[in-house]
């Protein structure tokens, strides 16, 4: 344990294992309800544009950027404990720096290799998905949805399917609220929505 421990702390696999502890850190919190997804979305908008880059947009950031940091940690880990601590101290800093350096564009390209099914089946699934949804009701399932955030349950008979979601000012349906889906936008993958008016006719 403490050999590990002190090949993890050390550089260059402490910084990769900064970055994934605070990736485990967020999906601790979504998953205990402490943060919402939407909002942790929004923090990650570098990992968003490097998912973009990748060819991976519809997956969520998050994972994403976990994927990519366990495989980043992984690999520096493996080249400090197999190669680095074996090499003279003068020169272990300057090789720490070439791996370091060399680990992300190894990591991204794996995690591309690894996510891209999950992004081929889900633009599969979305255009039935956005013909069949469009003009169906749906609940608010975040804080709020705005023209910014925000994201929608539609009920299917079991646990129900979440969507992003946007509205244009100045509405703002809250959580729990009834909405409508008006448009689907296959380049965002999100659906514009707007507050269900009440009706006598409402079931």
């Not at 940690?73 to 601590?85: E, F, H, K, N, P």
Request: proline letters at 6%.
């Amino acid at each position: 344990m403490n050999t590990f421990l002190n090949t993890a702390l050390s550089f260059p696999a402490a910084l990769w294992s900064a970055v994934f502890a605070a990736c485990v850190l967020g999906w601790l919190l979504v998953a205990l309800g402490l943060l919402d997804s939407d909002g942790l979305d929004g923090a990650l908008g570098g990992a968003a544009g490097l998912s973009a880059r990748l060819g991976l947009s519809g997956v969520p950031a998050l994972l994403v950027l976990t994927v990519l940091t366990f495989l980043g940690w992984v690999g520096t880990y493996m080249a400090q404990r197999l190669v680095l601590s074996s090499l003279p101290a003068g020169v272990q800093f300057g090789a720490g720096v070439v791996t370091l350096a060399l680990s992300l564009p190894l990591a991204a390209a794996l995690t591309a290799a690894l996510l891209r099914p999950l992004r081929r089946l889900s633009a599969q699934s979305e255009p039935t998905a956005a013909a069949d949804l469009v003009g169906r009701r749906a609940t608010v399932a975040s804080a709020a949805v705005d023209a910014a955030s925000g994201r929608v349950m539609v009920e299917d008979g079991g646990a129900g399917l979440i969507f992003e979601a946007r509205a244009l000012p100045p509405d703002r349906p809250v959580r729990g609220q009834r909405v409508v889906l008006l448009a689907y936008d296959p380049e965002t993958h999100r659906y514009q929505v707007a507050s269900e008016t009440p009706s006598p006719k409402e079931f």
